[in-house]
């Protein structure tokens, strides 16, 4: 059974730091791009990060580039997203998604949510 699980979400105050783990099972991570998307509520869901599968391209949304950065070991079959200099605007849901990336480039991906296996999701909160 294909699954991905988030961990890692909680308060932070705002300046602080939180990373966010992306755990897969029933299927190798290292074959597949991944991403981490979010949702605020009433807001539309916005890609966050992706990184392709194999040559170690990235994309980051221009809200947090500087302060995400995405990661992955393929021996733990895990994918990290590392948030640096919270924000509130950062609260949301955040979620992680996978699924082979042959036919387009990670940033294309990324803006359009273009990944078939997803994640339940944890919640982050930045407030003082």
């Known amino acids: 059974q294909v699954q991905l699980v988030e961990s890692g979400g909680g308060l932070v105050q705002p300046g602080g730091s939180l990373r966010l783990s992306c755990a897969a099972s029933?299927?190798?991570?290292?074959?597949?791009?991944i991403g981490w998307f979010r949702q605020a509520p009433g807001k539309e869901r916005e890609g966050v990060s992706c990184?392709?599968?194999?040559?170690?391209?990235?994309y980051y949304a221009d809200s947090v580039k500087g302060r995400f950065s995405i990661s992955r070991d393929n021996a733990k079959n895990t994918v990290y997203l590392q948030m640096s200099s919270l924000k509130p605007e950062d609260t949301a849901v955040y979620y992680c998604?996978?699924?082979?990336?042959?036919?387009?480039?990670?940033?294309?991906?990324?803006?359009?949510?273009?990944?078939?296996?997803w994640g339940q999701g944890t919640q982050v909160t930045v407030s003082s």
């Open positions: 998604a996978a699924d082979v990336d042959e036919d387009s480039t990670v940033q294309a991906m990324c803006v359009h949510s273009d990944f078939g296996s």
């Open positions: 029933g299927f190798t991570l290292d074959y597949y791009a």
């Open positions: 990184i392709s599968s194999s040559d170690g391209n990235t």
